[in-house]
């Protein structure tokens, strides 16, 4: 079936590196997407989100790239901290049964391990 | 603070009971959600809903009841029948509008052992 899946289990980094995060998706009918930070014990935190009509949207320090023609969606977090260490989601918007909200579907994560 | 509260935070099961985790929100958010996680795995769904007495399974709904009876709960029964419990289970809500940050709030989770 359709899913969102992501390309890297696990990422290791050095302090002040820059990090990318990727992730494939297959519903060439999403059109909303949303990456999400979850620290160790807690629920998953919104980090960026991205329109299908856009290419590219910047926040602080990081950035979400789509490239609809492969199906692609990457996160890039600019002079990765520790703080920074987590499980990243991105997190493919459907329609629901009622085609009112976007019912969140997750892939499996990329635990990113940034070292000091 | 407005929020999305999840208690309790560890639950332990014995085999053939059922348990029910609680899940509040007072973000006036009409959409709410379960989601099962594993070690090493993403979220997956069990159940959710759009409106109050109304709710939809989702990809992994067997074993698990929910209900809606308000806006601001939707507590989650894991039912003997559901094999293998020993979960991360986490809720969620989200506003149903369109054309705006429609993110998911999580709260911090309920970690259930069967023991």
């Known amino acids: 079936g359709e899913s969102v899946g992501l390309h890297l289990p696990t990422l290791s980094v050095q302090e002040g590196d820059n990090s990318i995060i990727n992730c494939a998706y297959s519903?060439?009918?999403?059109?909303?997407f949303i990456w999400y930070k979850q620290e160790s014990g807690k629920g998953p935190q919104f980090i960026i989100d991205?329109?299908?009509?856009?290419d590219k949207r910047q926040g602080q320090r990081v950035t979400v790239l789509l490239n609809k023609t492969v199906k692609h969606l990457s996160l890039q977090i600019a002079a990765t901290q520790p703080g920074d260490s987590a499980v990243y989601f991105c997190?493919?918007?459907?329609?629901?049964?009622?085609?009112?909200?976007?019912?969140?579907?997750f892939g499996r994560g990329t635990s990113l391990i940034v070292h000091p | 603070d407005g929020g999305i509260t999840q208690s309790p935070k560890y639950l332990f099961r014995k085999e053939g009971q059922n348990v029910t985790l609680s899940c509040e929100q007072n973000?006036?958010?009409?959409?709410m959600y379960w989601y099962r996680q594993d070690p090493g795995q993403g979220l997956r769904l069990i159940y959710y809903?759009?409106?109050?007495?109304?709710?939809q399974k989702g990809d992994i709904a067997e074993g698990y009841s929910v209900s809606r009876e308000k806006k601001e709960s939707f507590p989650l029964t894991v039912t003997s029948a559901q094999k293998n419990p020993t979960a991360f289970y986490l809720c969620?809500?989200?506003?149903?509008?369109?054309?705006?940050?429609?993110?998911?709030?999580f709260g911090q989770g309920t970690r259930l052992t069967v023991v």
């Open positions: 969620a809500s989200s506003t149903t509008e369109r054309g705006v940050r429609t993110e998911a709030f």
């Open positions: 519903n060439s009918a999403s059109d909303y």
């Open positions: 991205i329109r299908s009509n856009m």
């Open positions: 997190a493919e918007n459907i329609s629901g049964r009622r085609g009112g909200s976007y019912i969140p579907t």
């Open positions: 973000l006036n958010h009409d959409a």
């Open positions: 809903s759009q409106i109050v007495n109304d709710f």
